[in-house]
């Protein structure tokens, strides 16, 4: 089992950053993709970024340029540093992780999710 947990967020006001963390334990071989998520109120979740375990990155379009997705391996944790936010990049922010798991064939992953963080961008 992979237990995810967020860190920071809260209320930012607009034209402010702010940085989550993510902190993955549990028993696994390891962790490859890691990724945030974000819901907005009334709204599907949405991929924000993500990162391989090379450290290959990608983005959605309302988050490039402003947002950094990065990671330690070494202390299986992911951040995202989110600058010049918006109302509009209110919501809960889900970290999510793919992970090799024990018992799982070779190569696959299991896919994980932590229970959120609030960021709430005040104007």
């Known amino acids: 089992q992979v237990q995810l947990v967020e860190s920071g967020g809260g209320l930012v006001q607009a034209g402010g950053s702010t940085r989550l963390s993510c902190v993955a334990s549990?028993?696994?071989?390891?962790?490859?993709?890691m990724g945030w998520y974000r819901q907005a109120p009334g709204k599907q979740r949405e991929l924000v970024a993500v990162?391989?375990?090379?450290?290959?990155?990608a983005y959605s379009e309302s988050g490039k340029g402003r947002f950094t997705i990065s990671r330690d391996s070494m202390q299986n944790t992911v951040y995202l540093q989110m600058n010049s936010l918006k109302a509009e990049d209110t919501g809960v922010y889900y970290c999510?992780?793919?992970?090799?798991?024990?018992?799982?064939?070779?190569?696959?992953?299991?896919?994980?999710w932590g229970q959120g963080t609030q960021v709430t961008v005040t104007s």
């Open positions: 990162i391989t375990s090379g450290g290959s990155t």
């Open positions: 549990g028993r696994f071989l390891s962790i490859e993709n």
């Open positions: 999510n992780a793919d992970a090799r798991v024990y018992g799982q064939a070779l190569g696959s992953t299991r896919n994980y």
